[in-house]
């Protein structure tokens, strides 16, 4: 892969006060959305990405739905995918045979001190490379890919992790966003990578009421729907969210259980919603969910990272237009784990943690 700009950063890079409408930019929002906007006017991309057509539908959830016909055209192909656990195939396309003109930037790390969290002797090689993604969904859309030359399969890793919470931080946008989809969870090529991007939209998971599982590990429950695992911090605790987070999805690569992350700016977790603007902490939401090995798309929308969130990118103008929110649940409700079967996971895992 070629040589390309290094986004080098510190914990005092990381922003603590972010708050909703706010219109400011961080030092890497700059970069983000100046390099991407770049690319897309050298006409990099399967499709020209203008302000997508958008309506909140009504109802308790407010569902953000888009309309994105091209990108359900023009996506590239899925991988076929038989297993959580497949291994990485070099025959495949993956993120090491991208036009070098994809690449936007480096992110690496600097160390503060020899304490600095998920910051070690090696951090020289612990790089995540920044990459459009030629069939956006949305403005700033990228792929945050770590440590490709490794080629890793699509199953999470702590560095994975620390740096999708950390992209998070560096952003001063409340509406940028990282998340993942596990093989059998909508991922298209296996190749370890999360995406990335800004939606001007609130979405109900920032201020979602939440109940403790081990919180001292950081975890809780979600109480809206779909419910899921919420991990909840604000930046010095985040070796211990990390590690967590990684525990709990190792656990469903083990079970080969398809799952789905999010990460976005949000309210400390309660038992109420969160009326406040305030979006100091980080929210790390994972949701098992029921595998889609070579299963039949939707005809509306995928249930993936930024559906079972509340921003729906929908395929046509049809569904588009009549969608409601019960539709959208009755969509959703299909792709997860039955009550059952998610409450004997819950307790898995807070045996395992």
């Known amino acids: 892969m070629a040589d390309c700009t290094v986004f080098t950063y510190t914990n005092e890079d990381f922003i603590s006060d972010v708050c909703c409408g706010q219109q400011s930019m961080s030092r890497f929002d700059v970069a983000l959305r100046c390099g991407w906007t770049e690319k897309r006017n050298a006409g990099l991309f399967r499709y020209h990405l203008d302000e997508l057509e958008t309506r909140t539908l009504p109802g308790p959830s407010a569902y953000i739905a888009q309309l994105n016909i091209m990108r359900g055209i023009e996506r590239r192909k899925p991988q076929e995918i038989l297993s959580v656990r497949q291994n990485f195939d070099p025959r495949q396309f993956n993120f090491n045979k991208i036009n070098p003109?994809?690449?936007?930037?480096?992110?690496?790390?600097?160390?503060?001190?020899?304490?600095?969290?998920?910051?070690?002797?090696?951090?020289?090689?612990?790089?995540?490379?920044?990459?459009?993604?030629?069939?956006?969904?949305?403005?700033?859309?990228?792929?945050?890919?770590?440590?490709?030359?490794?080629?890793?399969?699509?199953?999470?890793?702590?560095?994975?992790?620390?740096?999708?919470?950390?992209?998070?931080?560096?952003?001063?946008?409340?509406?940028?966003?990282?998340?993942?989809?596990?093989?059998?969870?909508?991922?298209?090529?296996?190749?370890?990578h999360l995406h990335c991007y800004y939606l001007n939209h609130q979405l109900r998971v920032e201020t979602s009421p939440a109940e403790p599982?081990?919180?001292?590990?950081?975890?809780?429950?979600?109480?809206?729907?779909?419910?899921?695992?919420?991990?909840?911090?604000?930046?010095?605790?985040?070796?211990?969210?990390?590690?967590?987070?990684?525990?709990?999805?190792?656990?469903?690569?083990?079970?080969?259980?398809?799952?789905?992350?999010?990460?976005?700016?949000?309210?400390?977790?309660?038992?109420?919603?969160?009326?406040?603007?305030?979006?100091?902490?980080?929210?790390?939401?994972?949701?098992?969910?029921?595998?889609?090995?070579?299963?039949?798309?939707?005809?509306?929308?995928?249930?993936?990272?930024?559906?079972?969130?509340?921003?729906?990118?929908?395929?046509?103008?049809?569904?588009?237009?009549t969608v409601t929110e019960e539709g959208v649940q009755e969509i959703v409700r299909k792709y997860l784990l039955p009550q059952e079967e998610f409450r004997a996971l819950q307790k898995h895992v807070m045996k395992c943690l």
């Open 101 to 192: 003109k994809e690449l936007l930037f480096e992110l690496q790390k600097e160390c503060e001190s020899p304490c600095d969290a998920g910051c070690h002797q090696n951090s020289s090689k612990r790089k995540c490379k920044v990459i459009i993604n030629v069939s956006p969904l949305e403005f700033g859309h990228c792929l945050l890919v770590p440590e490709p030359d490794r080629c890793l399969p699509q199953i999470l890793t702590p560095l994975a992790v620390q740096m999708g919470i950390e992209a998070v931080l560096l952003s001063a946008d409340p509406g940028f966003r990282v998340g993942f989809n596990s093989l059998g969870g909508f991922a298209s090529v296996n190749h370890l």
């Open 213 to 321: 599982i081990l919180p001292k590990k950081n975890l809780y429950g979600l109480l809206d729907f779909p419910g899921g695992f919420l991990f909840y911090t604000q930046g010095p605790d985040l070796d211990l969210t990390v590690n967590a987070v990684c525990s709990l999805t190792d656990i469903m690569v083990d079970r080969n259980i398809a799952h789905n992350l999010f990460i976005t700016r949000g309210c400390p977790p309660r038992r109420e919603r969160d009326p406040s603007v305030s979006r100091n902490g980080v929210r790390v939401i994972v949701w098992p969910r029921l595998s889609c090995f070579g299963a039949k798309e939707e005809a509306a929308f995928n249930v993936a990272l930024c559906e079972l969130a509340g921003h729906l990118p929908f395929k046509n103008r049809e569904d588009y237009e």
